[in-house]
């Protein structure tokens, strides 16, 4: 099928450009006070526009202690002064939609912050009140009720459980400021609709749902088997292990999504939403885009994948195959806000960035849609960050290092801090930027036709030019160290060995890095018709 006679809805090939509000581009108040927001986004969706992607998904700019950075909101229906106003907002969408570009919203809806008036007013009440029936509150065990309900562990570590001045105790599966919602409470659906309506109303194309496997927890609340360690196994590349965990995908969440779904089919313009569920297989990811539920799942499996080709094949195939039942199409990502940058998880360096820009054209060319990560077409690194400047939760409660070094602010221009992102000449955004990102500015990429910017806008055009609207089935193999993917009439091959491969004849359409002597070097990747 051409592009012209597409019949898909947007977000079905879409690519994605995630933008972490915080560290984007600050704006506001002139010249900026370190920290991204609202109107910084604005000022530059002409260089997303430019970059070539479909849509941008911002992480949460509601109210918020910033516990989270915005993960704990205490107001879903407000703006945070820190990130601008409404008026922002709509001014926001209305921009983007001019240049063609939709916008997908953050959607916290396992917990809220610890400053939501409804958890104040838990706190306020008694045990036992409809107040505290909105939240996981539970007394405890052993003596006194001293002991946590039950073993479960915080993502962001220590116990789930924190104890209150009359001795119950409330579940937080991330931060304590973070009080997860009790979903069998109706009361918890018609507020999370109203929300949805609320965005919805104001123009917003789709949701991104933050944990979105986590809103049921299994009814008994009985003690986790502790998990095993992953193995891989013999058919396998990829390690597995399933683990016992009564507080993730319980079937029950499903109802949550099949509701959803109906709100927003009852909007006009494909309006959308995005799970991240960190399931534990593909095939349990795939039941969250059933036809009657949400309309995308992150495929975190693509980003977990060691450097191999096997393994790459492995997960094309199989997360393929996982959502053609549901009638939907795969997502891949390699980076987001919450994990190590991927040159730096394949090695770092001029490796990690070649490997980078390979799986990342590789990624290009599969089927679905694509999420990229704001800065890693810039080939940012993960950043060392400084003790004293982190500022992650799980920092302050397990004492490593956290997501802060995927988390700094975007160097735009010049050559020193804040590289153009904002904020006092000579001063350093919320966190703190390298002295050597010089070369890796936007200004300093877009003069340079051999920089992984000007990569990445290549591979956009080629994306739209090759594969727009390519129905056809996809098949990954191996071939020696080489991944191979069928699509369009085009090979996509990536070499993950550490010799050259033979090219296949053809066209080169593009490729990651140079092809010297016409065979494929280790760690680069070209698509051939
Ligand atoms: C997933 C988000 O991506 C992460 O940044 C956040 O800390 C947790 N959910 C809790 O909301």
């Given at each position: 099928m051409s592009g012209a006679e597409r019949s898909h809805p947007w977000w079905y090939d879409a690519v994605v450009y995630q933008v972490y509000v915080r560290s984007f581009a600050d704006a506001m108040p002139a010249p900026g006070d370190g920290i991204g927001d609202l109107p910084g986004i604005t000022s530059r969706l002409p260089y997303l526009r430019e970059l070539g992607v479909d849509a941008l998904w911002i992480t949460p700019f509601y109210t918020s202690p910033q516990k989270d950075h915005g993960y704990d909101v205490a107001d879903y229906t407000d703006v945070d002064p820190l990130f601008g106003t409404l008026d922002d907002i709509d001014r926001l969408l209305e921009t983007a939609h001019g240049l063609g570009l939709r916008v997908i919203v953050d959607l916290v809806p396992n917990h809220t912050s610890d400053q939501h008036a409804w958890f104040r007013a838990a706190l306020a009440a008694a045990p036992g009140s409809k107040e505290r029936a909105r939240y996981i509150f539970r007394p405890g065990r052993g003596k006194d009720g001293a002991e946590p309900p039950n073993n479960w562990d915080s993502i962001f570590g220590g116990p789930a459980w924190t104890r209150v001045p009359d001795g119950e105790w409330y579940l937080h599966l991330f931060d304590t400021s973070q009080p997860d919602l009790d979903w069998r409470n109706p009361e918890v659906g018609d507020m999370f609709e109203g929300v949805l309506r609320f965005w919805l109303d104001r123009g917003v194309d789709g949701f991104r749902v933050d944990v979105a496997h986590g809103l049921y927890k299994e009814a008994s609340l009985r003690d986790q088997v502790r998990p095993k360690k992953a193995k891989k196994s013999a058919e396998s590349m990829v390690e597995r292990v399933l683990n016992d965990e009564p507080m993730w995908d319980q079937p029950e969440v499903h109802d949550v999504y099949r509701r959803w779904r109906e709100v927003l089919d009852s909007y006009p313009g494909d309006r959308m939403a995005v799970a991240e569920a960190w399931t534990q297989t593909a095939a349990s990811m795939a039941m969250f885009i059933r036809?009657?539920?949400?309309h995308q799942a992150f495929n975190f499996g693509w980003l977990g994948t060691p450097w191999s080709a096997e393994a790459f094949a492995e997960v094309v195939n199989d997360s393929i195959a996982a959502v053609a039942a549901a009638a939907s199409a795969p997502t891949w990502v390699l980076s987001n806000h919450d994990v190590e940058r991927h040159p730096t998880r394949y090695g770092g360096g001029p490796v990690g960035l070649a490997r980078g820009r390979a799986a990342t054209l590789a990624m290009l060319a599969l089927p679905g849609s694509a999420y990229l990560y704001q800065g890693e077409e810039l080939g940012l690194e993960q950043v060392d960050v400084p003790p004293e400047a982190r500022q992650d939760p799980s920092w302050f409660r397990t004492g490593k290092p956290g997501r802060d070094g995927c988390r700094v602010p975007l160097p735009w221009s010049g050559d020193a801090p804040p590289y153009g992102f904002g904020g006092p000449a000579g001063t350093q955004p919320w966190i703190p930027q390298p002295a050597d990102w010089a070369p890796l500015t936007v200004a300093a990429q877009d003069a340079d036709p051999d920089s992984t910017l000007a990569f990445y806008k290549r591979a956009l055009t080629a994306r739209r030019e090759v594969f727009a609207g390519a129905d056809e089935e996809t098949v990954a193999h191996v071939d020696g160290d080489v991944l191979v993917v069928r699509r369009a009439g085009v090979s996509v091959v990536l070499n993950a060995g550490t010799y050259p491969a033979a090219l296949p004849e053809g066209e080169v359409l593009i490729s990651s890095g140079p092809l010297p002597g016409g065979v494929l070097p280790p760690d680069t990747a070209a698509w051939i018709r």
């Open positions: 036809p009657d539920e949400l």
